[in-house]
């Protein structure tokens, strides 16, 4: 039985446990269902994982600021273009502490998505989160950052108004911050776009999330010029971009689990997982020196590149 087999009989028994009577049987649609659900997991290919990252029920950052942050108070543009909606920036209190949010949104209606330009940010994007990441450095708020996108807009637009340099300020400004930084991959991380809110001193991904330097589509594209899904396969699985790639290759720092199903199955219990991740690394990272932290994110980040000859995760430098 295929992936796809198993999600259609996973509905199939979520609908007919809803409208089953006989407690014996329901025992026995969930005994199945519980069944089911661990060969999905078991199951999923590399493309899969791209898929369920890219479902558009997943839960997206202002799911996870209205669950888990208090009075919220985003704020807008960068103070040289205009607003990008597909940035979402702001403060407010996480676990008893203020906090800077920054995430990337892509809507959900048509006329959300087309607002937001589908989670794609332009250059003023980059710099309202350049400006947030100043101000948690200046009063050592700690800040969390919720990945989401394919990657930067690269149209014609977004190149005229410095694109690669916006990208580039909001590394050099994450880099400066001296306060905790996690940073959340919670569905598709793509490119220098992912990457631009993706300096943390802890990074986490979701289960089911992605994280890469291009997506499987474009990958087959330049590589074999065809972007077939039997290419497109074999791009997702030579990218290493799954959760526990990631893991072992010392990019990320934990893999958090989802729903049985994938987080757009159960959004508050994939959001719940989430919160009580940031909520343990906070408190731990709480209790160091602001400096020490800047320098510990340095060091992680330095040591990437070689942490696979290196040993993975133990090595890295940065803080364990």
């Not at 295929?2 to 649609?29: D, F, P, T, W, Y």
């Not at 202002?62 to 208090?70: G, P």
């Not at 040289?80 to 203020?98: C, I, L, N, S, T």
């Not at 289960?207 to 039997?230: D, F, K, M, Q």
């Amino acid at each position: 039985m295929s992936a796809a087999e198993i999600e259609r009989r996973l509905e199939a028994i979520a609908g007919n446990l809803a409208a089953e009577k006989s407690a014996g049987a329901r025992r026995k649609l969930a005994a199945e269902r519980k069944r089911l659900e661990g060969e999905l997991r078991a199951r999923l290919s590399p493309i899969d994982r791209v898929r369920a990252a890219r479902n558009p029920a997943r839960p997206q950052t202002l799911d996870y600021v209205e669950a888990l942050i208090t009075d919220f108070i985003e704020l807008h543009g960068d103070r040289r273009y205009g607003d990008d909606g597909a940035m979402v920036a702001g403060m407010g209190w996480f676990d008893g502490h203020p906090v800077a949010i920054v995430g990337h949104q892509r809507g959900r209606s048509t006329v959300e998505r087309l607002r937001r330009n589908f989670g794609k940010p332009y250059p003023e994007g980059y710099r309202k989160a350049a400006r947030l990441f100043d101000l948690a450095s200046r009063f050592h708020l700690p800040v969390i950052t919720f990945i989401d996108t394919q990657g930067a807009e690269p149209g014609i637009g977004a190149e005229q108004r410095g694109q690669s340099e916006a990208i580039a300020a909001s590394l050099e400004a994450m880099a400066r911050i001296e306060a905790p930084v996690v940073a959340c991959v919670i569905g598709e991380g793509g490119s220098g776009g992912a990457l631009a809110i993706g300096v943390g001193n802890v990074v986490l991904m979701q289960e089911n999330a992605c994280y890469s330097v291009i997506t499987p589509e474009g990958c087959a594209a330049i590589l074999w010029r065809e972007a077939g899904p039997e290419k497109v396969a074999d791009a997702a699985r030579a990218l290493k971009l799954t959760a526990d790639d990631l893991l072992g290759l010392g990019i990320i720092d934990e893999v958090v689990a989802e729903p049985p199903g994938g987080a757009h199955r159960e959004p508050r219990a994939a959001i719940a997982a989430v919160g009580a991740a940031l909520t343990r690394h906070l408190r731990r990272m709480l209790k160091l020196a602001p400096e020490e932290l800047r320098r510990a994110r340095g060091r992680k980040f330095a040591a990437i590149g070689s942490a696979w000859l290196t040993g993975g995760v133990e090595k890295r430098g940065g803080i364990e």
